[in-house]
T-cell receptor, first 116, second 113 residues
Framework: AQTVTQSQPEMSVQEAETVTLSCTYD???????LFWYKQPPSRQMILVIR??????QNATENRFSVNFQKAAKSFSLKISDSQLGDAAMYFC?????????????FGKGTKLSVIP | DSGVTQTPKHLITATGQRVTLRCSPR?????VYWYQQSLDQGLQFLIQ???????AKGNILERFSAQQFPDLHSELNLSSLELGDSALYFC????????????FGPGTRLLVL
């Protein structure tokens, strides 16, 4: 069974500063994808970034980047130049594509507050 | 807007009742996933359908069932409702391929009284 762990229930960051959210996972698969989803107060789940496990290069989407350490099973999200609109719950997730299913296993989330 | 639609947005019902949640996937997506988000259990995968057939099953109760119709919309049926079934139910859709990514609908908030 897969597990995804987010050890930081809450984080805060000053506007315009950088923050890193942590995520570790446990899987026996060699082929899988990792994701960060954002859930603002509207409760909509919004894809932030995805990473293919077979790619060594870390994914980047504008101000969002990841630090993917496959051997350590670590997948952290870095948000640069934080904005008030970044305040939300952030969920780390892994799929089971190596096992033939793309269902997502989610961590419990990190609540990010942005201080003006 | 993800392109995935879910109805209704909110649903209030009583214990023992049955409800149906509806999901329309993004145009061209063949897979539909259902997830439950509750305070106790967090976000949990319930079930996946691909092109009308059940593909994977997660922590779905026997009181719950789902189906995907020929036009690819999906319905999640919840019966004999209990207080603990109160949650946010998400539908997500995706198209298989090297860039497979799930896009989530806005969710249906179910309150069982």
């Amino acid at each position: 069974a897969q597990t995804v762990t987010q050890s930081q229930p809450e984080m805060s960051v000053q506007e315009a500063e950088t923050v890193t959210l942590s995520c570790t996972y446990d899987t026996s698969e060699s082929d899988y994808y990792l994701f960060w989803y954002k859930q603002p107060p509207s409760r909509q789940m919004i894809l932030v970034i995805r990473q293919e496990a077979y790619k060594q290069q870390n994914a980047t989407e504008n101000r969002f980047s990841v630090n993917f350490q496959k051997a350590a099973k670590s997948f952290s999200l870095k948000i640069s130049d934080s904005q008030l609109g970044d305040a939300a719950m952030y969920f780390c997730a892994q799929d089971a594509s190596g096992a033939g299913s793309y269902q997502l296993t989610f961590g419990k989330g990190t609540k990010l507050s942005v201080i003006p | 807007d993800s392109g995935v639609t879910q109805t209704p947005k909110h649903l209030i019902t009583a214990t023992g009742q049955r409800v149906t949640l509806r999901c329309s996937p993004r145009s061209g997506d063949l897979s539909v996933y259902w997830y439950q988000q509750s305070l106790d259990q967090g976000l949990q995968f319930l079930i996946q359908y691909y092109n009308g057939e059940e593909r994977a099953k997660g922590n779905i109760l026997e009181r719950f069932s789902a189906q995907q119709f020929p036009d690819l919309h999906s319905e999640l049926n919840l019966s004999s409702l209990e207080l603990g079934d109160s949650a946010l139910y998400f539908c997500a859709s995706s198209t298989p391929g090297p860039q497979e990514t799930q896009y989530f609908g806005p969710g249906t908030r179910l309150l069982v009284l």
